[in-house]
Structures are given as structure tokens and as C-alpha cells.
DNA sequence: CCTGAAATAAGAGGAATCCCCGATTTTATT
DNA sequence: AATAAAATCGGGGATTCCTCTTATTTCAGG
């Protein structure tokens, strides 16, 4: 019988995944955890075979880096990391840091079953539906190598003027038309952007000032 | 008996409340749905007293959206919403829009079975751990937090998939990619979206998707 | 069974964008 | 004054997008 942790935020989704769980003869659910450090803390008294947990539990200390602590310290615990995002990058990294398992929670609930069996037998599992490009992981591998903090105040005072009217779906003649400039100055703007804050497509940019709130809502 | 439907994009949260709520001895759940639009589909079908809704449920049609549409074809059906946002103004406009609770992820498990009962005696219900004033219960109760569907609903399921892709800044390869479906029909879907709707740039089709809470941040 | 809407998608032509390059002028900093 | 950064714009080719037209399949309603 393997011990299990589960940690997520959500009691709900605790509660959902206990009960699967618990349905397996040989697996069963001992505590439930809602923070990255009560999660290290738990684990540290001891008696968890698997730990089920989301990358995503604010506030405060992420699953990715209480991964990174927790397989640093008790290398015996299998991760299984339970994530609603699908972007290599997030699964490069959770599994770059010691996660044994990524499996997503748009996924029927056999996948966490599957994760729980390979886990115990020492392998790694990866969500069948995920869908993994070798050009994906090129693509990460070349990007994360380069990392820029210094962010968004890095922008030249027109690139800011510029990224809100990307992100509210301006084209470039209009923003060229808006701004008294040339299209190719809007171009030269926009690739600018990109470039310093390493966003690769328009929905990067538009999550982006979201996020920053850029724009208004 | 009451006969339930859960409404979430996460597979393993479905689960969990299915669990939940038929350990009660008066629900069942009968169904489980992963978008808006087939969450209105499903409902149209009949045989559902309760809705247990997530806000958000990307991509595609958003749980508030839903909520309005379903309020206004099916009023009988009490709708639960439960969401990880405590923020009142999506307390506000999701009881504005026909909700007839609003309860947190983050709450335990009780909280629904509270809703629930709540609900089919017709009381509304507000997450016991959210903080409310006097003053936000009359907030809710102005009417500036509805939504007006005029045009919305002529659009397709189709069409309403493919509109907050759009409105995010996905291209139509992208968004082909996505759908499993050929950039021409993407195409054509942006194009009948623009032509129900009047709308003639994409920065119409970002402020309509914001204006209509097509997507959520 | 017929009709119409919905979903799918191809072609063709022109517009716009993207991506590489380079260039000039203005502004700021040292 | 010298240097650096910012802002401006262009060429050219590849790609994508827009618009209009046409067409097939499927499916629900009368």
C-alpha cells in the first residue's frame, strides 16, 4: 500500500482526486496540503510515497519550486505533477526539476491512475494528451538558456506606447496612422518588443499586457 | 431526487464535486459537460434542477456568459456557480447575470452541499467564506452587471469557440491548429462572426470579447 | 422528403504582415 | 564632443491574412 499526498489549492479538487485515489486497492490518500510550504513540511514528517500536487497554488511558493525542494531532500517521494497547463515550457521545467509525472487536469481521470502505476515502478509518465514537438523542446531549450529580467522597463518610452495598441488588436497601419509614423516603425517598434520581453506570437504579447495591465478591462 | 449537472473544463473536477454531491441523499448527478456552449446544449435537452457552473472555461464560451443564456431560456434551472475568483465584481455580475449561488474552489467541501440546499428551496447562497458589506449586497442587486445577448446568440457553437481565440490574438493557423480544422474554415468563421455582429476590425471583435466576458483574465 | 443552417474547405487575387537586412536622424548620457 | 540608445524608415522576399466565390457533407425541422 503506497501512501499518498495530494496538494492543490482547491479543497474541491483535493477531494476529487482523494476519491479516485482511493478507489485503487494499493493506493491510498493520508493528507491534503493547499500551499507549496505546508506541503514540504508534510512531507518532511515523513510516510509519503507519491505526492499529487498543482503547480499553481497562490499565494506564496509554487508547486514548481517546492518540486525543486522536495526531490532535493527526499529523492524517494515520486512527484506527480497535476497541472492545468499544457505549454512545454511548464512541462520541461516541472519535469527539468524533479517531477516523475505531468499530467493535465483537462485529462479523463485515467491519466492520473496510469501516472500513480508508472511512478511506483520508477518511471516517468507523461499525459497522453500532450502533445510533444522535437521543435518544441528546441525551442525552449535555446530560449531559456537567455534570460532577460529586466522586463517590461526595458521598453523605450514609444515601445510602451505601442504594445497596448498590439494587445487591443491594432493592426499596424492603424497604429502607424494613430502615431504619425510608417508602418515600418511600427514593425521596428513591435520586433523590439518581442525581442526584450522574448514573446514569440500576439498571444504572448496580449497575456503579457494583460497580465501587466497594460490594458484595461 | 434532484437531478444535477456539472459544468467545469477540468476532467478531475467534475470528479470531485460528482462525488460530492452524490453522496447526498437527494442529488445525482446525471451529467458533465466542458464548455459553455455545451453546457447550454445539454440543459436545452431538459432534466436538470441544478447547474454547478465554472466561471471559467477556456476556450470557448465562459461560464458567466452561459449562466445569462441559460437564465433567460431555462429560469427553473438554479445555477451554482463555483469559481476560484473571490473578487466581488465577478461575485457581483455572476449573481447580476441569473446565478443563484457563488461558491469558492478554495472553500471545503461543505459549501456546496450548502449551496445546494439552498438552492432548491430557492434562497440564494454566498460562499461562507466570502467577506460581504451591505453595501456590495446592493451592488449586486443594481442591474449594471447584466448582459445584453442580442446578437451573441445567432452565432453558432462553432462560432462562439472560435471567438475569444480571436479576441486572445491567436492567428488562424493557430487557431486551425487548435480546432483540427483547415485555416479556410477558420476564416469563414471569423467572417460570419463579423458579419452577425457588425463588427469590422479585429479591435471590434477584442472590445465585443471583453464587453461580453467571451474571455477570462 | 425537402429545406436550410452549420461546418467544412478549396481557389484566386490582392493586401498586410513578418523577417531579414541596412540606414539616417534625434535624443540622452557620459 | 563622443558614444550610445532611441526613433525613424526603406528594400525584398516569404508568409499570412482578407475577401469573394463556390462546393460538399451533415443534420435538424417542417
Redesign the pocket.
Known sequence: MYNVLVADDHAIVRSGISYLVDLQSNFTVVDGTASGTDTYIRVEQGGIDVLIMDLSMPPGENGLITTRRIHDKFPKVRIIILSMHEEQEYINKAMANGAMAYILKSSPDTEIIKALQHVINGEKYLDANIIVSKKDIKEINASGNTLNLKGYN?????????FPLIALG???????EK??????????????I?RKLHL?S?VDLVQYAIHHHLIDF
Open positions: 526595458s521598453l523605450s518610452k514609444r515601445e510602451k506606447e505601442v491594432y493592426s499596424n497601419k492603424e497604429i502607424s502615431m504619425f509614423i510608417s508602418t515600418k516603425t511600427v514593425e521596428a517598434h513591435k520586433a523590439n518581442s514569440h500576439r
